[in-house]
């Protein structure tokens, strides 16, 4: 039997694809929505048996006060975080606003949907990997952990990194070639580019990579007309 479903992450094409892939799986999504800053009130009108939450940055301070909110007022909703991979500290707040569960943002959709059916019968939802890397950090810290997102941004022209943006926005080539001021042939160029230097195959897959390593929040706005 599907799940009544709400995803809501800051960048639309990721909630889009996720909200489609669950629709397709039987499970009835009744919103897929950007932003994030807007999620509590959404949630709490629409009342899902599930929300999935997107976040670049679980460690933040204040980062999940949306979930304390929702569980406050509809505590039988169960929301599931999508995240980076998480340190520690990212799945302690999680977990201490309310969250029932989370899920790495480049997850298999089976392994979504798992998350997600757990959630829904009140079980923690957390992949066992997750837990052993978090554990395994704790008991052996790094003393300066690789910066994933950091090295990409290097890897990319700013020209680059705008058209990445854009990507991860939703636009298609014909919208990034107008937002750029660029013929759509070159629009397209860069867009393999960006493909070839982050080492995936699709758009979809470097908008995933780009939100999990934090690679868009270090980028900043795209500014537009």
Known sequence: MGVRLM??????????????????????????????????ELVITRAPEVCLLGTAT???????????RIKRERPQVAVLVLGPVPSPRGIAAAFAAGASGYVRHDERIEGVER????????????APQLLQGAFSELLNPAAQPDDEG??????LTPREVEVLVRVADGEDTRLIAAGMGIAPSTARTHVQRVL??????????AAALAARTGLLDRAGPVVRD
């Open 150 to 155: 950091q090295r990409l941004l290097q890897m």
């Open 196 to 205: 070839m230097k982050l080492g995936v195959g699709s758009r979809l897959e």
């Open 58 to 68: 679980p460690a933040e301070p204040g980062m999940f006060d949306p979930v304390v």
């Open 7 to 40: 995803v809501v992450d800051d960048h639309r094409l990721l909630a889009e694809a996720l909200a489609s892939a669950l629709k397709l799986r039987g499970h009835r999504v009744l919103a897929a929505a950007a932003p994030a800053a807007g999620a509590a």
């Open 115 to 126: 998350a997600i059916m757990k959630a829904r019968a009140g079980e923690a939802a957390v």
